[in-house]
């Protein structure tokens, strides 16, 4: 009796979580568009609310605090952005064929989401003096790193030519390049968008041994 008890109750709490998650879900992608325009010292947990088809109540239920809910909608978000260019790495048959894709990609993200990126970039300089973000701050920046390196020790097979930089190097030089175009999307998105474009192109070959 206690076992058939157990195998009731196991899939009803199941389903109790995965509802909880689903919902905290869906409260990150509504708050997402929020944060990205407000940015995080400007958003609150009205504000969120106010601009999503969820009460205040309903906000602070799933979440205690905004910034809570604001880690949560970075990892969320950035969770499935380091694994969009997994198709382009495991298809591309030629180092120039990777780099086609991953621009291709990054110009994709840009144009697209950049009030998202916005927020990340706003999110790590809080860090600095908001110990509570530090620590998700350093996990997606690991996963940023990593997703960097795949690529680049990717182009280094298919080129047969080895790095001459580190991966803490190389994130920090795309990293770099990626927060200056996100900077003149605001008024020179085309231009913006080119110079990154040419800019990894003109990097990536220069990361390689000499032959």
Same mark, same amino acid.
């Given at each position: 009796?206690?076992?058939?008890?157990?195998?009731?109750?196991?899939?009803?709490? %199941?389903?109790?979580?995965?509802?909880?998650?689903?919902?905290? $879900?869906?409260?990150?992608?509504?708050?997402?568009?929020?944060?990205?325009?407000?940015?995080?010292?400007?958003?609150?947990?009205?504000?969120?609310?106010?601009?999503?088809?969820?009460?205040?109540?309903?906000?602070?239920?799933?979440?205690?605090?905004?910034?809570?809910?604001?880690?949560?909608?970075?990892?969320?978000?950035?969770?499935?952005?380091? %694994?969009?260019?997994?198709?382009?790495?495991?298809?591309?048959?030629?180092?120039?064929?990777?780099?086609?894709?991953?621009?291709?990609?990054?110009?994709?993200?840009?144009?697209?989401?950049?009030?998202?990126?916005?927020?990340?970039?706003?999110?790590?300089?809080?860090?600095?003096?908001?110990?509570?973000?530090?620590?998700?701050?350093?996990?997606?920046?690991?996963?940023?790193?990593?997703?960097?390196?795949?690529?680049?020790?990717?182009?280094?097979?298919?080129?047969?030519?080895?790095?001459?930089?580190?991966?803490?190097?190389?994130?920090?030089?795309? $990293?770099?390049?990626?927060?200056?175009?996100?900077?003149?999307?605001?008024? %020179?998105?085309?231009?913006?968008?080119?110079?990154?474009?040419?800019?990894?192109?003109?990097?990536?070959?220069?990361?390689?041994?000499?032959?």
């Amino acid at each position: 009796m206690a076992e058939s008890t157990a195998t009731i109750i196991a899939p009803r709490r %199941r389903g109790m979580v995965d509802k909880h998650q689903e919902r905290r $879900d869906q409260l990150a992608e509504s708050a997402l568009a929020t944060l990205g325009e407000l940015g995080y010292a400007r958003t609150s947990l009205r504000d969120i609310a106010a601009n999503s088809p969820f009460s205040h109540g309903v906000v602070h239920y799933y979440f205690r605090d905004k910034n809570e809910l604001i880690v949560y909608c970075v990892r969320y978000h950035k969770s499935r952005c380091v %694994r969009r260019y997994d198709e382009v790495v495991e298809s591309a048959r030629s180092a120039e064929e990777l780099v086609d894709g991953f621009v291709a990609k990054l110009r994709e993200t840009l144009t697209g989401e950049a009030p998202m990126h916005r927020l990340w970039y706003d999110l790590r300089s809080a860090s600095m003096f908001e110990e509570p973000l530090r620590e998700t701050v350093a996990l997606v920046d690991g996963w940023l790193e990593e997703m960097v390196w795949r690529i680049a020790t990717r182009i280094s097979v298919l080129s047969g030519r080895g790095l001459v930089t580190s991966q803490a190097t190389t994130y920090a030089i795309v $990293d770099g390049l990626f927060q200056q175009a996100l900077l003149g999307m605001h008024d %020179r998105p085309a231009e913006s968008l080119d110079r990154i474009d040419q800019s990894l192109r003109d990097l990536f070959p220069s990361l390689l041994l000499t032959s």
